[in-house]
């Protein structure tokens, strides 16, 4: 399997004004990350992040700890920080336990074992739109930010902030495995998955087979897409409940 393009992080973006220092740090970092600005094998110290945002050590040290306590970033005594270089294996892991929790919830509201509020399915489509316009466009940088807050909204819809926290964690691992592979790249539409509003559609008329067949086709497709980019045999289809 070939590796990610070698490359440098990038200048970082200033601070959105959210919350406290120490969050806000936390945030702008695993943005960097999941866009492939901070790639996977950046080393860095908390003096070196302190002087790019112009703050002191304390909320960066305490951001660093925060990411590392989430397995965003690793540790390296007396070297400082790294972001994580997940492999081809660690990624196909995060698609199938994806796979696995969507299928379960989705199965279950196919067999009418669960019921869900669509009252919020306004709002979801609206984000639909916006990742599926950068997705399409070619626009990395938008397109994460875009898909992640989809896929929160839709996890919303669990009813289970356990398994929306759990679903969003892996997320932010798929975009920090992808991206490096991504950016750059004037091609990235061929690899970035563009149904959001389809699937907002099929749970408007309450199709939940339709649901759940769309999302795993979505997940074998994030590896059959990420197999060609990054050279790695392509993975059979994943397990599901009912297999």
């Known amino acids: 399997m070939s590796s990610p393009p070698p490359a440098q992080p990038s200048p970082l973006r200033p601070l959105a004004q959210q919350r406290s220092l ?10 960097e990350m999941m866009t492939g600005r901070l790639p996977a094998g950046t080393r860095f ?9 112009g703050v002191s050590a304390t909320p960066v040290r305490e951001a660093l700890v925060d990411l590392t306590s989430q397995a965003l970033l690793w540790m390296e005594h007396n070297r400082g920080y790294r972001v994580p270089l997940f492999t081809w294996e660690h990624y196909a892991e995060i698609v199938d336990a994806r796979s696995l929790v969507t299928d379960g919830f989705f199965g279950r509201l196919r067999s009418g074992a669960q019921r869900v509020d669509l009252s ?14 950068a997705a399409r466009a070619g626009q ?3 397109l994460v930010g875009c898909d ?6 839709l996890g919303e819809l669990l ?23 991504l950016r750059g790249r004037a091609d990235i539409a061929r690899y970035c998955w563009d149904r959001h509003l389809e699937l907002v559609d099929r749970l408007e008329a309450r199709d939940a087979a339709g649901v759940q067949e769309l999302l795993r086709t979505y997940n074998q497709e994030s590896l059959e897409q990420m197999a060609a980019l990054c050279g790695a ?4 289809p994943q397990r599901t409940v009912e297999d």
């Open 140 to 142: 990395l940088d938008i």
């Open 22 to 31: 120490r969050e806000q740090i936390t945030a702008a970092l695993r943005d």
């Open 45 to 53: 110290t908390v003096k070196e992040i302190a002087d790019l945002y």
């Open 159 to 181: 009813g289970n902030r356990r398994l929306t926290d759990y679903l969003d964690w892996l997320r932010v691992q798929y975009w920090i495995f992808a991206a490096p592979y």
């Open 233 to 236: 045999p392509v993975v059979p």
């Open 120 to 133: 919020t399915l306004p709002a979801i489509r609206r984000r639909a739109q916006d990742a599926q316009r």
């Open 148 to 153: 992640r807050r989809f896929w929160l909204s």
